[in-house]
C-alpha cells in the first residue's frame, strides 16, 4: 500500500470540499431505481449503472464490499468493492468520502449507508462517490483483482475496481511527475501527437480518438501537489519515456476528467536504454540543436538569474556541459542552433562562450557573425562549424520584417565549402538555422487562434513565415549561386502540419523520411511524441542525402536529472536531458 501523507483529521468538512470540487448533487434523483435486497442493501452495480454517472444520483442507498484500497488520507476515502451483479457493463466498486476520523484497512468488510454523489465535472467525465453517513465494519473479506490484458476502450465499467493489469504499459511521459505524482502511460506502445501522422481532418481526429483510448494514468494515490519521490518507483530512478511497465495493480480511478490506476504496489518498470549517439554517413555532417535557453547573464559572471536560462552561474556551467557533451558526441560539421541568447558576438556573448567551451583543451569551432542580431527577440538562431572542415563562402543573409522578428526569429542563412580537395569538385551547400513562432496562445487573434485541429496558435503566422522564407531563399540570399540548400531548425510544426507541408508541396525533402528513419520524435509534449525539429532539404540537396537520425538524448528523458553524483550535483559533463528537443545529424556527400 502507498504510503499516506501525514494531515490533521477534517471531520466534518469533507462533504463541503466535495461541494467545492464539483461534486453534483441535484435535488431529486430519477425515478424508477432498481429496489434493494430484502434486507435494504444496493448492489454496488446498481449504484454505479451502466452510464456515465449513477442512476440513483443523490438517492440514499446502503451498500455492502470490501475495502480494496486505504486512502483515506491520501484521497479523502475508500474504494469498497462487493460481489458483482452479473452485469459486465457495470461497475462492482465506489468510492466512499467519510472523514478522516473512520479508521478503516484494506480487507475490511464494510456496509456503507450514504449519499450517491459524483464528483468532477459533467462535461470532462466523473467519478461515483458515496458521500457517507455511517459505516460499519462487519468482518473481513478479499477482492481478487480482474486482470486486463488489453485496452478496454470503456474504463467506466472498472471505475473503482481493483484490478490487475497484465498488458505491458509504455511510459509515455513524466511531466506530471513532480507536481502530481503520476506517470502517463499508453498501451500498444508509445503515443504519438495526431499530427505528427496525419494531416489536421478526419485522419488526425481517429488517431487523437485512438490515443485517447490508449492512455492511462499510473498516480501515487494522493491528492497533494508536490508529492515528493514517487512510492511506487521503489527508489528507482524516474524512468525515461520509451520504458516498460508490466504488473500494475491498483485501483481504477477518474480524477481531473482522466482515467488513472491509483497503484496499491510498485509496478515492474523495464527502463529504456539510453541510445549511443548516432553517426550518419557523408563526408560533410550537419547538426541541428535547439538550445533550450542558452543565457549567460553579463558573460563575466553576472546577471543571474537571467530572464530565460540559467539562475545561477553553476547552473550556466552545467548546462554548457552538456551542450558542449551533446555537440562534441554528435561530431557535425556544421551545426544550426535556436533559442541562443540574443546577445551580440562579443566575447562576453553567449555564442562565443559556446564556442569557447567547444574548444577548451583544443579545437577548430568557430561561428558565424552576422553583424547584428539576428533579430531584436530575446533568443535568436545562430551557426557554428569546424573551421579544419569547412569554410564560409560569402557574407551571412538574414531575413527580417513581416512575421520575423516579431514573433518567428529572424532566419541565418550562410554558404559553406569544404576544406581541401580539387577546387572543381568543392560542392559549395547552404545552411539556413530557422525557429518559427511556437504554438502558445498568447496574444493570438483572428486566422492565429486555436482552431481546434491539432495546430495550436499562431498556425496561420507560421504558414506565412514558411511561405516567406521559401520565396526568400529561392533568391540566392547568399549570392552563392548554389542549389544545395538546407532549411534546418525548429519549426514549432509537426510533420503533416501546414508549414512543413508547404514545403514538401514546393517539392523539398524531409531528410528524416528520405532517410527512412522509423517513427521518427524529438519532442514529448503531454505523452505524445512527434517532431517539432526538421531538416527541409532542396531537390538538389536531396539526391546528395548519405543518411540522417535523431539522437533520443533529451526528448525521453525526465527532467532536471542528468547525471548527479552522491551530493545531488550535476557533473556537467553529460549529454542527457541538455535540452527539451532532441538534436539531429544529416550527412551528404557533396
Not at 541510445?275 to 547538426?287: H, I, N, W
Not at 557574407?395 to 581541401?420: I, K, M, N, T
Not at 545552411?431 to 498568447?442: E, Q
Not at 491539432?454 to 498556425?459: I, K, L, S, Y
Request: glycine share 12%.
Amino acid at each position: 500500500m502507498p504510503p499516506s501523507p501525514q494531515r490533521p483529521a477534517l471531520p466534518g468538512l469533507l462533504l463541503a470540499a466535495c461541494l467545492l470540487a464539483g461534486c453534483r448533487t441535484p435535488a431529486t434523483g430519477p425515478a424508477g431505481a432498481p429496489p434493494p435486497r430484502a434486507d435494504g442493501i444496493v448492489a454496488i452495480g446498481a449504484v454505479q449503472g451502466d452510464g456515465e454517472a449513477s442512476p440513483l444520483l443523490d438517492r440514499s442507498v446502503t451498500v455492502e464490499g470490501v475495502v480494496t484500497g486505504d486512502f483515506g488520507q491520501g484521497l479523502g476515502g475508500w474504494f469498497v468493492q462487493d460481489a458483482g451483479d452479473g452485469d459486465e457493463a457495470t461497475s462492482d466498486g465506489l468510492f466512499v468520502v467519510a472523514d478522516d476520523a473512520v479508521a478503516l484497512r484494506a480487507g475490511d468488510r464494510v456496509r456503507v449507508r450514504g449519499r450517491v454523489v459524483e464528483h468532477g465535472e459533467p462535461a470532462r467525465g466523473t467519478l461515483t462517490a458515496l458521500q457517507a453517513e455511517a459505516i460499519d465494519v462487519i468482518g473481513r473479506g478479499d477482492v481478487a483483482p480482474v486482470v486486463i490484458d488489453g485496452a478496454p476502450g470503456d474504463w467506466e465499467r472498472f471505475e473503482g475496481m481493483r484490478v490487475r493489469i497484465d498488458a505491458p504499459l509504455t511510459i509515455s511521459g513524466q511531466h506530471d511527475l513532480a507536481r502530481r505524482g503520476v506517470l502517463h502511460a499508453s498501451f500498444e506502445g508509445r503515443l504519438f501527437t495526431p499530427t505528427e501522422l496525419a494531416p489536421p481532418g478526419p485522419e488526425a481526429e481517429r488517431i487523437a480518438t485512438d490515443n485517447a483510448r490508449r492512455r492511462l494514468l499510473l498516480d501515487d494515490a494522493q491528492s497533494r501537489e508536490n508529492p515528493g519521490e514517487a512510492w511506487y518507483l521503489d527508489g528507482r530512478p524516474v524512468p525515461r519515456t520509451g520504458s516498460v511497465v508490466t504488473g500494475a495493480e491498483g485501483i481504477v480511478d477518474q480524477r481531473w476528467g482522466e482515467f488513472r490506476l491509483q497503484l496499491t504496489a510498485p509496478p515492474r518498470i523495464a527502463p529504456a536504454p539510453r541510445p549511443a549517439a548516432p553517426t550518419v554517413p557523408g563526408r560533410v555532417r550537419l547538426a541541428s540543436f535547439n538550445l533550450e535557453n542558452l543565457f549567460n547573464g553579463d558573460g563575466r559572471g553576472g546577471g543571474f538569474p537571467t530572464p530565460r536560462g540559467a539562475r545561477t552561474p553553476a547552473e550556466l556551467t552545467a548546462q554548457l556541459g552538456r551542450l558542449v557533451a551533446t555537440i562534441r558526441a554528435l561530431d557535425p560539421d556544421v551545426a544550426a542552433l535556436m533559442e541562443l541568447e540574443n546577445d551580440g558576438y562579443d566575447s562576453d556573448s553567449s555564442l562565443a562562450q559556446l564556442v569557447d567551451a567547444l574548444n577548451a583543451g583544443g579545437g577548430d569551432w568557430a561561428f558565424v557573425d552576422a553583424g547584428h542580431g539576428p533579430g531584436t527577440d530575446a533568443i535568436r538562431v545562430g551557426l557554428v562549424y569546424r573551421s579544419a572542415r569547412l569554410q564560409p563562402r560569402g557574407r551571412p543573409a538574414v531575413l527580417e520584417g513581416g512575421p520575423f522578428g516579431a514573433r518567428s526569429r529572424v532566419p541565418l542563412a550562410q554558404a559553406f565549402v569544404p576544406v581541401g580537395g580539387n577546387e572543381a569538385d568543392r560542392g559549395t551547400f547552404v545552411v539556413v538555422a530557422n525557429h518559427f513562432k511556437s504554438k502558445g496562445c498568447s496574444g493570438a487573434e483572428g486566422a492565429d487562434r486555436d482552431r481546434g485541429d491539432g495546430q495550436a496558435c499562431w498556425n496561420a503566422l507560421r504558414v506565412d513565415s514558411a511561405r516567406r522564407l521559401l520565396d526568400w531563399v529561392s533568391g540566392d540570399p547568399t549570392g552563392s549561386g548554389s542549389d544545395l540548400v538546407a532549411i534546418v531548425g525548429d519549426f514549432n510544426a509537426y510533420a503533416q502540419e501546414d508549414p512543413v507541408r508547404l514545403f514538401l508541396e514546393r517539392g523539398w525533402k524531409d531528410a528524416l523520411s528520405a532517410a527512412n528513419v522509423v517513427e521518427p520524435y524529438s519532442f514529448v509534449f503531454d505523452g505524445q511524441a512527434g517532431r517539432l525539429d526538421h531538416a527541409l532539404l532542396s531537390p538538389a540537396l536531396a539526391g546528395r542525402l548519405a543518411g540522417a537520425a535523431e539522437w533520443h538524448s533529451n526528448a525521453d528523458e525526465p527532467r532536471n536529472i542528468g547525471d548527479l553524483d552522491a551530493n545531488g550535483r550535476d557533473h556537467a559533463a553529460s549529454p542527457w536531458r541538455s535540452s527539451d528537443h532532441d538534436p539531429l545529424i544529416v550527412g551528404f556527400d557533396l
